[in-house]
């Protein structure tokens, strides 16, 4: 995967991995399963809440519901577009000292674009949405094939509210 801004691809290399002394307490990568189904969206949604809490990251209110928001769009896709060739999906949040990205992962081989605004159409603007929430704050977001053939689609977002 790669990157766009200064929100790393990679949110603990090596050299992160063996010197621990400097991370913060928070900082980690986690990662989950679920259905592909409807009732995946919001548990996987609370999942990211509780994790976030649990861990005592201080992510600004605006980015966390804009995370959120996120999170909701991208699993809402894999349910609603990848669930025939991939009955199960998984979600990965990765926290960086500065930063927290979520990604959502399914076995489907297609990977989609970013619809462009079209205000007669009633849906289908998901991944128009990820990218203007990210760009917004400052942050980055794109999909990458997995080596399955499967895709990941990820957003990464700064904690703190760009100025």
């Known amino acids: 995967m790669e990157s766009r801004g200064s929100v790393p691809a990679d949110p603990v ?5 063996v010197s621990c002394k400097d991370a913060v307490s928070y900082e980690g990568v986690w990662r989950f399963t679920a259905p592909s189904v409807d009732l995946s ?4 949604r609370h999942a990211v809440r509780d994790l976030l809490d649990r861990q005592g990251v201080p992510i600004e209110e605006d980015v966390l519901q804009g995370l959120l928001l996120i999170v909701s769009e991208l699993v809402t896709n894999a349910v609603k577009h990848a669930a025939v ?4 999906l998984a979600v990965e949040v990765a926290i960086g000292a500065d930063w927290v990205r979520v ?5 489907h081989p297609y990977r989609p674009t970013a ?7 009633t849906g289908g ?9 990210t760009a917004q704050a400052g942050g980055g977001c794109d999909v990458a094939h997995t080596a399955s ?3 990941i689609i990820w957003a990464a977002l700064p904690l703190k509210t760009r100025l």
């Open 85 to 88: 060739l991939s009955p199960e």
């Open 125 to 133: 603007r998901g991944l128009l949405l990820v990218r203007e929430i």
């Open 103 to 107: 990604s959502v992962e399914d076995d």
């Open 115 to 121: 619809l462009e605004t079209d205000h007669a159409q």
């Open 149 to 151: 053939g499967g895709k």
């Open 13 to 17: 290399s090596h050299e992160e991995a």
């Open 41 to 44: 969206v919001p548990r996987s």
